[in-house]
């Protein structure tokens, strides 16, 4: 009896160094925008102002140590738009946290420690 098991295949070499490439771009570039970037959280939120729904995007930038990075509007701004360009098949709707220590663009949600699944 054989178990087969449908896996994907694994990345070629060149698709590998392709995304170490990338991610190492990112990183300088984050790096140039807001020096110590390690990490960026993207998050919309609606926002009333003047009477009028907006929505907007709120942007933390972290070190490496989770803590918040000393920028400007213009770099949080830079930050976003740098990996809405490198990501635009994203869902930029939903909250969103790249690591630019592992290249990894993953869903920002919320989850529940596993003892209170119980």
Do not use: C
């Amino acid at each position: 009896m054989t178990n087969a098991q449908t896996t994907a295949p694994a990345p070629s070499p060149t698709e590998v160094e392709k995304r170490r490439i990338r991610t190492a771009v990112i990183a300088r570039q984050l790096d140039q925008i807001a020096p110590g970037t390690a990490r960026v959280r993207t998050v919309p939120v609606s926002t009333d102002r003047d009477g009028e729904q907006r929505l907007a995007t709120w942007v933390a930038l972290d070190d490496a140590l989770g803590g918040p990075v000393k920028a400007d509007r213009d770099a949080h701004r830079a930050a976003r738009g740098l990996l809405r360009r490198m990501f635009p098949a994203a869902d930029w709707t939903r909250p969103q946290t790249y690591d630019a220590i592992t290249g990894r663009l993953a869903l920002d949600e919320p989850t529940m420690p596993e003892e209170l699944h119980r």
